[in-house]
């Protein structure tokens, strides 16, 4: 049976379509109040007052909670990846938007009303919110990856150079805007805390919970059955999960808070934006000799967030001399975070850009620069890629897009009026492994349970766990079942850095290869078939059989580090400009991907659409517009923040050059959730300077960035 590799469709695809399916704020308990936030209209600052008299006697509202009377909590160490900082602890205002209070109602609308006729006042200070005026105030700081790396001399290199390329690159401000707002019901039963939550990482909030409740984990069950995306805001634990938790606890009933799209711009972390910094050096013949790349972004006042923009050029092309480095600006902001293909994604637009510059410097076709630096080991670490199809996806991409007939000069592609541009770019995107384990289980109907309490971020885990059990034990996808988004059921990681294929996947796959052994065993003879396993059971008097599965990383001494692991990519673009109204429109794309063996066809083409319409939103739209005087972003709305809609989104080809990983996971597969969402933004760019001459570093292109 081969059921891994062939495209399948949605298995929630129905009760998705049709409303069947239960998000947290579909959730309803009996006895439940509704809470709504006031928050911050300074940048920072104190809370002098809050006047809350009007808003108590509203009929129907429980209770408000300001700084005053929210009891106070222990601290949060999320490490390098979260907010620790907590709201209403303090008079303490860091940012616009920040909760000030909160208020729990009968019904959403008092709640909602009843925040309205809370009045604060403040006692305002000095605001710094542009990164861009404080750039001389990079800080270095501690993160999960190295802020500074170094091979080789770029000084030695540059003097060494006959073509040098330089210039400064930017990437805007963007949130992550998912279809389901931030979401949570926290229902205490005794001590014991259930947390229905619209999170990527059930056990994440579990332990940031407990950790400020000061309660065992064991305490609280986290679940989360559909999520309406989520792209990274729903990775870490926000204000917004902890105060329904603590609210809850304080009176009694269960506290559901879904927030506004209005005040999702703040409850939860945006991309920030970078400044960027590139330098290459090349021989004539197009090899490179230095490069250095520089990223700085804003970070909020208490805690860090790093956006490795050169984490990419650390192994994508062969040069002896690489030097990186990754600085943050503390502004009074809310807290940045991982957004779609974070690192990668805004820092390849920076490099991408560079090596466009350099081929045109150099007289060289875009691609064939590429393939003269090709990179057999990574340059940075000297490891071997554990797999890698980059050469594959250029020749297969350019051939699909047509690349051959490009004329090379800038403006000499025109259809009627319209300027068109070609552009490319590679594609890298960090391969994550996190560890997972799940239960496979058959019951005497033939029919199969997978448990895990991943989540459902709606990237296609309900279609493709299982294929991968299926496939193990040779039955029909569709006697397959998953429950899911649960710490009560077998723990694995969060859903981010594209990492639930591998993890997941094969824990799911050793699972169900050991349930296929032990009817194997029960059954007392080889040869099994697999429309016999409910006789097996039958046979030894057992209702059900299960297994249970992990998968992990090899350890450091197990040769886990001895390979350098990334998806890879060739993006191919064409852009549309009308020379007396330099708008420019994305009319055709081309990406070949490399990314290990593909499980399902089908939801992994949606996986890179959807990246790279990410990428296209990316290079031409979108952008969280700050009033820099007020800390507070320019609308809060889906109004003013363009995003692309079906009227931008030409034609998607995508292609994956086959492969099988045989170090990245059992599966041989490595993830494909972010790196669509790489190389385009670049792409783009490059096919707007081919059209129009106008080279633009900075996105999104704005049609004023063309006249
Ligand atoms: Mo993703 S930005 O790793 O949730």
């Not at 019904?107 to 404080?134: C, H, I, K, N, W």
């Not at 807290?335 to 350099?358: C, K, S």
């Not at 996808?477 to 694995?492: I, K, Q, S």
């Not at 992990?552 to 001494?557: E, L």
Request: hydrophobic share 40%.
């Amino acid at each position: 049976m081969t059921v891994i590799g062939t495209p399948r469709s949605r298995a929630d695809g129905a009760v998705k379509v049709t409303g069947r399916a239960r998000y947290t704020g579909d959730v309803r308990l009996e006895g439940l109040v509704h809470g709504a936030f006031v928050t911050s209209s300074i940048a920072t600052g104190r809370v002098r007052r809050v006047d809350v008299t009007s808003a108590a006697a509203l009929a129907g509202v429980v209770r408000v909670f300001t700084h005053e009377n929210l009891p106070r909590l222990q601290p949060l160490t999320h490490g390098a990846a979260g907010q620790d900082f907590l709201p209403l602890q303090s008079d303490q205002v860091r940012h616009e938007g920040q909760p000030v209070a909160l208020v729990l109602a009968e019904s959403l609308e008092t709640a909602r009303e009843a925040a309205a006729r809370v009045r604060v006042e403040y006692q305002p200070g000095e605001a710094l919110v542009d990164f861009r005026q404080a750039l001389d105030r990079a800080i270095e700081v501690e993160d999960w990856a190295p802020c500074e790396t170094r091979v080789g001399d770029v000084a030695r290199g540059l003097a060494e150079a006959e073509v040098t390329i330089q210039g400064a690159y930017r990437t805007a401000d963007r949130h992550h805007h998912p279809m389901e707002p931030p979401a949570v019901l926290a229902s205490w039963v005794d001590d014991h805390l259930t947390l229905y939550d619209a999170t990527q990482w059930v056990w994440g909030v579990r332990g940031a919970v407990a950790e400020v409740l000061g309660i065992p984990v064991d305490q609280i069950r986290v679940r989360s059955d559909y999520l309406g995306g989520g792209f990274g805001c729903k990775g870490s634990t926000w204000p917004h999960e902890i105060l329904a938790a603590v609210a809850a606890r304080e009176v009694g009933r269960p506290v559901k808070i879904v927030l506004p799209r209005s005040q999702a711009w703040t409850a939860h972390g945006y991309q920030p934006a970078t400044e960027q910094r590139v330098v290459l050096g090349a021989t004539r013949d197009g090899r490179l000799t230095a490069v250095r790349h520089e990223c700085v972004n804003p970070t909020s006042l208490a805690d860090d967030y790093v956006e490795h923009g050169s984490a990419g050029t650390r192994s994508l092309y062969a040069c002896p001399n690489i030097e990186t480095r990754e600085r943050v600006v503390r502004v009074h902001r809310n807290h940045p975070t991982f957004m779609r293909a974070p690192h990668e994604g805004p820092g390849m637009v920076a490099l991408e850009i560079a090596m466009d510059e350099l081929a045109y410097e150099l007289g060289l076709d875009p691609v064939e620069l590429r393939l003269r630096n090709h990179a057999e080991a990574d340059p940075t670490s000297g490891k071997p890629f554990s797999s890698k199809a980059l050469r594959e996806c250029y020749r297969l991409g350019a051939e699909c897009f047509g690349w051959a007939r490009r004329p090379a000069a800038p403006r000499s592609l025109r259809d009627g009026h319209d300027l068109v541009g070609w552009g490319m770019a590679s594609a890298i995107m960090q391969t994550f492994r996190i560890g997972a384990s799940a239960r496979v289980s058959l019951t005497r109907d033939g029919m199969v349970l997978i448990e895990a309490g991943t989540q459902e971020i709606g990237t296609g885990v309900r279609t493709i766990l299982p294929q991968v059990a299926a496939e193990a034990l040779g039955v029909p996808p569709e006697r397959v079942h998953v429950a899911l988004g649960d710490t009560a059921l077998p723990e694995t990681g969060g859903t981010f850095g594209s990492s639930t294929t591998i993890g997941v996947g094969s824990a799911v796959q050793d699972a169900a290869v050991k349930l296929r052994r032990k009817l194997e065993q029960l059954a007392g003879e080889p040869g099994l078939e697999p429309r016999e396993y409910g006789e097996v059971l039958a046979l030894r008097g057992l209702e059900r059989l299960s297994m249970d599965g992990a998968w992990a990383p090899p350890r450091k001494a197990e040769g886990g580090q001895a390979y350098s692991m990334h998806a890879f990519g060739a993006v191919f673009a064409e852009v549309r400009v009308d020379p007396d109204l330099p708008i420019p429109r994305v009319s055709r794309c081309v990406g070949c991907y490399s990314v290990g063996q593909v499980i399902n066809p089908k939801t992994a083409r949606s996986q890179i659409t959807g990246g790279m319409i990410w990428g296209i939103g990316q290079a031409l739209l979108e952008r969280s517009a700050l009033d820099h005087r007020l800390g507070r972003y320019l609308w809060k709305n889906l109004a003013g923040y363009r995003m692309p809609v079906n009227a931008d989104i030409p034609d998607l080809e995508v292609l994956f050059a086959e492969e099988f990983d045989p170090h990245a996971s059992a599966l041989g597969a490595r993830g494909i959730g972010e790196i669509g969402a790489v190389g385009i933004g670049g792409a783009i760019a490059n096919a707007v300077f081919h059209a129009t001459g106008t080279r633009v570093r900075e996105v999104p292109i704005g049609v004023e960035m063309l006249l």
